[in-house]
T-cell receptor
Framework: GAGVSQSPSNKVTEKGKDVELRCDPI?????LYWYRQSLGQGLEFLIY????????KSGLPSDRFSAERTGGSVSTLTIQRTQQEDSAVYLC??????????????FGPGTRLTVL | AQSVTQLDSQVPVFEEAPVELRCNYS??????LFWYVQYPNQGLQLLLK??????LVKGINGFEAEFNKSQTSFHLRKPSVHISDTAEYFC????????????FGQGTELSVKP
């Protein structure tokens, strides 16, 4: 079946512009995660959605970052007024559920964001 | 607080040689541990996981790892590597009781040379 998909695969933007990154999780997966992979910081958790519960936003680095998940499926990560330090690969993952015994997270290929 | 340390940022090795990628963790609670692999320009793929039970865990592509509670380690091993194993490898542990979100080590770049 289809895995996690992300779009665009690459995004180049100018400093100060807003960007939107999209994630389509595996159908039926109720948990969705965003991570950021950058040279200086490695792989970092950003935000987590589980069903209809309020998202865990504890990893968002600043208020320029926000995310939403519509209809419990597709998620969009928005970065406002991008800065050069936002340049990174943004990875999305989904799993069947996020509570109790660990469930494997399936990762998308990522969106490479370059802020000039 | 939980944390993960990967002791080697780069590991060069010749084809068909054995390899060990080191991972140490810090946790005061029951531990789940994972190894992920990232091939160039791709997302992460789960190699293997330790949840409970046998401390020797076998994963895909001939990799295995051993959970050692006394040494707080979860080193990844393969007896004979292939060129196709060239990738970045990440050790990870979930934040305790926080929905499964992961803390990753800094990654180890495995480079297999002919």
């Amino acid at each position: 079946g289809a895995g996690v998909s992300q779009s665009p695969s690459n995004k180049v933007t100018e400093k100060g512009k807003d960007v939107e990154l999209r994630c389509d999780p595996i159908s039926g997966h109720t948990a969705l995660y965003w991570y950021r992979q950058s040279l200086g910081q490695g792989l970092e958790f950003l935000i987590y959605f589980q069903g209809n519960s309020a998202p865990d936003k504890s990893g968002l680095p600043s208020d320029r970052f926000s995310a939403e998940r519509t209809g419990g499926s597709v998620s969009t990560l928005t970065i406002q007024r991008t800065q050069q330090e936002d340049s990174a690969v943004y990875l999305c993952a989904s799993s069947l559920r996020g509570r109790g015994l660990y469930n494997e997270q399936f990762f998308g290929p990522g969106t490479r964001l370059t802020v000039l | 607080a939980q944390s993960v340390t990967q002791l080697d940022s780069q590991v060069p090795v010749f084809e068909e040689a054995p390899v060990e990628l080191r991972c140490n963790y810090s946790s005061s609670v029951s531990v789940y541990l994972f190894w992920y692999v990232q091939y160039p320009n791709q997302g992460l793929q789960l190699l293997l996981k330790y949840l409970s039970g046998s401390t020797l865990v076998k994963g895909i592509n001939g990799f295995e790892a051993e959970f050692n509670k006394s040494q707080t380690s979860f080193h990844l091993r393969k007896p004979s590597v292939h060129i196709s194993d060239t990738a970045e490898y990440f050790c990870a542990v979930p934040f305790y009781n926080q929905g499964g979100k992961l803390i990753f080590g800094q990654g180890t770049e495995l480079s297999v040379k002919p």
